[in-house]
T-cell receptor, first 114, second 115 residues
Framework: NAGVTQTPKFQVLKTGQSMTLQCAQD?????MYWYRQDPGMGLRLIYY???????DKGEVPNGYNVSRLNKREFSLRLESAAPSQTSVYFC?????????????FGPGTRLTVL | AQSVTQLGSHVSVSEGALVLLRCNYS??????LFWYVQYPNQGLQLLLK??????LVKGINGFEAEFKKSETSFHLTKPSAHMSDAAEYFC?????????????FGAGTRLAVHP
């Protein structure tokens, strides 16, 4: 099992450009998540998908859109990138374990917006 | 609302010394608590979790944490630090919301281990 995979690993954008971050999991998990990690702020939830066909906003959704393409894939789109979106982005997938979602994380995408 | 606070953004210890990383939580319901580790340029890996069973929880790599309700704490310890323990550590609590649950992370503590 590859677990949770993310592409690309690194990306540099200019302000106003768009891009899509890809995430896939092969653990047959129902739920998937997108987080951003900034120094001194831990991980903050951008969007999540409880199951195929559903998506919901997290703590910091502004400037992002998501698509749950199928059970395996959950993509994050920046329509018009801004320097404030420079961050490390993590995708995670979750399995119900003892009444809560235990989450498994991908290796991250390091995005710089100039 | 659930939240966690990690005391100390940077901790430095000598190899072989005790590691103590502090986490305090706020929760209106009995919490589920987690510690994750992030090695340089990698994703997060679960170290251990508390889910209302035993209050002393043992995790991977010799780490353990004790849930203390009276102190609203879930501090992470390891008796003897190794150089390979150098990483960033995150405490997290489950937020139950609308029949669904999400992880709320602390700001993280970067552990340095020196010879």
């Amino acid at each position: 099992n590859a677990g949770v995979t993310q592409t690309p690993k690194f990306q540099v954008l200019k302000t106003g450009q768009s891009m899509t971050l890809q995430c896939a999991q092969d653990m047959n998990h129902n739920s998937m998540y997108w987080y951003r990690q900034d120094p001194g702020m831990g991980l903050r939830l951008i969007y999540y998908s409880a199951s195929e066909g559903t998506t919901d906003k997290g703590e910091v959704p502004n400037g992002y859109n998501v698509s749950r393409l199928n059970k395996r894939e959950f993509s994050l789109r920046l329509e018009s990138a801004a320097p404030s979106q420079t961050s490390v982005y993590f995708c995670a997938s979750g399995a119900i374990s003892g009444g809560y979602n235990e989450q498994f994380f991908g290796p991250g995408t390091r995005l710089t917006v100039l | 609302a659930q939240s966690v606070t990690q005391l100390g953004s940077h901790v430095s210890v000598s190899e072989g010394a005790l590691v103590l990383l502090r986490c305090n939580y706020s929760s209106s319901v009995p919490p589920y608590l987690f510690w994750y580790v992030q090695y340089p340029n990698q994703g997060l890996q679960l170290l251990l979790k508390y889910t209302s069973a035993a209050t002393l929880v043992k995790g991977i790599n010799g780490f353990e944490a004790e849930f203390k309700k009276s102190e609203t704490s879930f501090h992470l310890t390891k008796p003897s630090a190794h150089m390979s323990d150098a990483a960033e550590y995150f405490c997290a609590v489950i937020l139950f919301s609308g029949g669904y649950n999400k992880l709320i992370f602390g700001a993280g503590t970067r552990l340095a281990v020196h010879p």
